[in-house]
């Protein structure tokens, strides 16, 4: 059974950084893509960043390219998300999931398996 656990979020000012960690375990790794997605009160779950299963392929969403980090270490089956420049706008649940592929995708619907989330509240 895949479990996905979050860590390191919570609460920032603006212009500040946080580093998320997501620790996966129950199936080879390296195998499956990665992605973060986040979701704020009363708003539709939104795409972050995603990463391929080797780390080659790394995909954000415009709102937050040039300021976060996606990154994994496959030795120690964990995914990262560095994000910098915190803007209040960031403020939200963020979980991370994972695929059934190698390959990137940006829609919620083709990852498996969902973290319990970790929140993230950046005040200006």
């Known amino acids: 059974q895949v479990q996905l656990v979050e860590s390191g979020g919570g609460l920032v000012q603006a212009g500040d950084s946080l580093r998320l960690s997501c620790a996966a375990s129950?199936?080879?790794?390296?195998?499956?893509?990665m992605g973060w997605f986040r979701q704020a009160p009363g708003k539709e779950r939104q795409f972050v960043a995603a990463i391929s299963g080797g780390g080659g392929n790394i995909y954000y969403a415009d709102s937050v390219k040039g300021r976060f980090t996606i990154s994994r270490d496959n030795a120690k089956n964990t995914v990262f998300l560095q994000m910098n420049s915190l803007k209040p706008e960031d403020t939200a649940v963020y979980y991370c999931?994972?695929?059934?592929?190698?390959?990137?995708?940006?829609?919620?619907?083709?990852?498996?398996?969902w973290g319990q989330g970790t929140q993230v509240t950046v005040s200006s």
């Open positions: 129950g199936r080879s790794f390296s195998t499956y893509a």
């Open positions: 999931a994972q695929r059934g592929g190698a390959n990137v995708h940006t829609d919620s619907r083709q990852y498996d398996y």
